[in-house]
C-alpha cells in the first residue's frame, strides 16, 4: 500500500461510508427526531431567555430604587 491515498481510493471509501450511513437506520431515527428535538431546545433557550430578561428589568428598578434612596439621604444630610 502506498504511504499515501490515491484519489481512487479516497472516492471509494467515501461512496461506501455514505451508502452504509445515509442507510442505516439509526440515522433516519435521527433525522425524524430532529424537528422534535430541535423544538425542545429552543423551547428550553426561550425559557431562559425570558427570566434574563425579566431579572435585567428587576436588576434596572432595583438600581433606580436605591439611587432614589441614595439621593434622599444626600438631601437630608445636606451633601451636594
Known amino acids: ?5 490515491t484519489k481512487e481510493h479516497f472516492n471509494a471509501t467515501m461512496d461506501q461510508f455514505r ?3 445515509f442507510s442505516s437506520h439509526e440515522f433516519q431515527s435521527t433525522i425524524n427526531n430532529l424537528p ?6 429552543m423551547d428550553g433557550t426561550s425559557v431562559i431567555l425570558q427570566r ?4 435585567r428589568v428587576l436588576t434596572i428598578e ?5 439611587e432614589g ?12
Open 52 to 55: 434574563l430578561d425579566q431579572e
Open 69 to 80: 434612596d441614595l439621593s434622599m439621604v444626600k438631601q437630608r444630610l445636606k451633601i451636594a
Open 62 to 66: 432595583w438600581i433606580r430604587r436605591i
Open 36 to 41: 422534535n428535538d430541535l423544538m425542545t431546545k
Open 1 to 5: 500500500m502506498p504511504p499515501y491515498v
Open 19 to 21: 451508502r452504509d450511513f
